[in-house]
């Protein structure tokens, strides 16, 4: 199925939430610049539509990635811009490694990193040896305050992060380091 069926499918049926979810991601990735000068999505991504295992939500949503991402990852974790999450699994079930932008005081993205997920992909340029990535973003940058304000009540409510709460949390901190962040869509109320 084409990328336009897909996202034509999660507008019809009412999935605007996974779909603000995903723009705000791929918007927030196309403006973090890693190590190698590249950002997030300048590496191959295939989205993980149809997996029970791996499923889409409000909240985040899996792909195949290049596994070249990871190093990258890593050395902006060695430069400061990213800080690692230990015990990745306790939060991401499965997950082997986990970094976390540390750029805002709020509306980070996380990269969660299911190593033990992998496959090559044909991509466009001859294969392209991938493993899933599940990226994410949080309201907050400390892990105390993630886990008191953000993870338990929602433990408690069956809540999710809230994409409408992440693009404004995310446009005011943008605009305070003179970032535009701009997803493809607008809010109204």
Known sequence: MTLRYR???????????????????????????????KTPLDYYWQPIW???QFPPAQD??????????????????????????KDPGTFHPGATLSYKQTQFDVTNV?????????????????????????????????????????VLPNKFTGGLTDPRAVYV??????????FDFNPLYTMTT
């Open 7 to 37: 996202y034509s499918n999660l507008m019809e049926q009412n999935h605007g939430l996974e779909l603000a979810c995903m723009l705000n991601l791929l918007t927030a990735m196309s403006l973090i610049i890693l190590p190698s000068e």
């Open 50 to 52: 149809d997996d029970a």
């Open 60 to 85: 985040r949503f899996f792909a195949y990635v290049d596994k070249a991402l990871v190093d990258d990852v890593v050395k902006a974790g060695k430069m400061g811009s990213f800080a690692e999450e």
């Open 110 to 150: 996380q990269l969660t990193f299911h190593q033990g997920n992998a496959k090559t992909i044909q991509g466009p340029d001859g294969p392209v040896d991938c493993i899933v990535v599940e990226p994410d973003i949080d309201y907050y940058k400390d892990l105390l305050s993630h886990f008191f304000v953000e």
């Open 169 to 178: 949390l995310r446009w005011m901190a943008g605009k305070q380091a003179g």
